[in-house]
């Protein structure tokens, strides 16, 4: 199963959701939002309770998100590496490129990958790796460092390992 969120943002993610044509829709589980629901999906919902979203996270074999950092929390804490298609501005997906910025600096630490073209979605779900083992809280650290420093730019300095066992 791929579970596929837009996340809750008022503004639709038509040019996501148009992507998943392209894709075995009896294979999938989406979360729409405020867009059309797509056509051929297994499931599809406009919003789904935080626990249920957290039960597809689990179950999925990949994961489709746009570049909202508590979706891309979720994927990575249950071992995936997530397919990211960030919102655009210049497209009227969302307020600035906050999104594109943030997925590109987790790109550069192998957090996620990022897709740019929509056109090449099968392609990429089809080269992502195999989802890992399930991230415990204790080794999230690098994660919400990487997450840290990409919103707050350099200015955020990394902690230690001992800083992240005592939960500093």
Known sequence: ????????????????????????????????GTGRRPSGVAVAEPYMPFDRMLAHFRAAEKVITHAGVGSILCATREGHTP??????????????????????ALAGRGSVIVVRDTDRLAEQIAQAPPRGETAAASTQGGLRDSLRRALLGARAPARSAQARVDGG
């Open 1 to 32: 199963m791929i579970f596929v969120t837009v996340g809750t943002h008022q503004q639709p993610f038509e040019r996501l959701l148009s992507a998943l044509a392209a894709l075995d829709g009896t294979d999938l589980v989406v979360q729409y």
């Open 83 to 104: 397919l990211v298609v960030p919102r655009r501005h210049d497209l009227g997906e969302h307020v600035d490129e906050h999104q594109a910025e943030l997925a590109q």
